[in-house]
């Protein structure tokens, strides 16, 4: 059994960003405003050091509508292919697919 519409997720990559080049990258931009956005982004450049860590501001208090209800779904698993991602730095697990993407 194929399962063509499954794509290989790929280990997150938790290192510094280069900001200069993640703008230039953006051909969509207009020179000016590929400076804007570099300006943006170093004015935040903690954000981007490729650590994970802890909210240190302020604490957020949210505010519900009167007669909001709570919705909770149903979880999903993750494919059991997918299973040797690291995810947040985690280590990997045993991989269950084939290379063709077939669970095992």
């Given amino acids: 059994m194929t399962l063509s519409h499954a794509k290989r997720i790929l280990d997150a990559k938790?290192?510094?960003?280069?900001l200069k080049?993640?703008?230039q990258s953006q051909t969509e931009l207009t020179v000016e405003q590929k400076g804007q956005l570099e300006a943006l982004l170093?004015?935040?450049e903690p954000l981007f050091d490729g650590q994970l860590g802890r909210w240190q501001g302020?604490?957020?208090k949210l505010e519900l509508m009167?007669?909001?209800k709570p919705y909770h779904s149903?979880?999903?698993?993750?494919p059991r292919c997918h299973t040797d991602t690291k995810s947040?730095?985690?280590?990997?697990?045993q991989n269950?697919?084939?290379e063709e993407g077939q669970s095992l």
């Fill in 14 to 18: 938790y290192q510094k960003a280069d």
């Fill in 21 to 23: 080049t993640v703008c």
């Fill in 42 to 44: 170093r004015k935040h």
């Fill in 58 to 60: 302020q604490e957020v």
């Fill in 66 to 68: 009167e007669g909001a």
């Fill in 74 to 78: 149903r979880a999903y698993n993750i």
């Fill in 88 to 93: 947040r730095g985690g280590t990997p697990r």
């Fill in 96 to 98: 269950r697919c084939t």
